[in-house]
Nanobody
Framework: QVQLVESGGGLVQPGGSLRLSCAAS????????MNWYRQAPGKQRYLVAT???????NYADSVKGRFTISRDKAKNTVYLQMNSLRPEDTAVYYC?????????????????WGQGTQVTVSS
């Protein structure tokens, strides 16, 4: 079974740091872009950071200069280093990736999501 599993969330004080991880597992042949989204209570989910298979990155304006996305291709893992955290960064963070997998029907691309990890920034 193909899945994305996040870890690393928690409670941190303003100005602190956290590092999120997301590991993809299963019968995966290729991984295209890997992304981090977040969703705060009562708000829509939106894209925070992206890293392509070639290593290019892109960030939402609200996190530029504070967050860094990276990936370890050998481990099928993407990371989000979050520094200088603010209360408005509080949200559930979701990992997302386009994966080329082997399934019951053969080979196919699919859009996969992790279960989410809570990040709370509060004093």
């Amino acid at each position: 079974q193909v899945q994305l599993v996040e870890s690393g969330g928690g409670l941190v004080q303003p100005g602190g740091s956290l590092r999120l991880s997301c590991a993809a597992s299963g019968r995966i042949l290729k991984i295209n872009a890997m992304n981090w989204y977040r969703q705060a209570p009562g708000k829509q989910r939106y894209l925070v950071a992206t890293i392509t298979s070639g290593g290019s990155t892109n960030y939402a304006d609200s996190v530029k200069g504070r967050f860094t996305i990276s990936r370890d291709k050998a481990k099928n893992t993407v990371y989000l280093q979050m520094n200088s955290l603010r209360p408005e960064d509080t949200a559930v963070y979701y990992c997302n990736a386009a994966l080329y997998v082997i399934g019951p029907s053969g080979y196919s691309w699919g859009d996969y999501w992790g279960q989410g990890t809570q990040v709370t920034v509060s004093s």
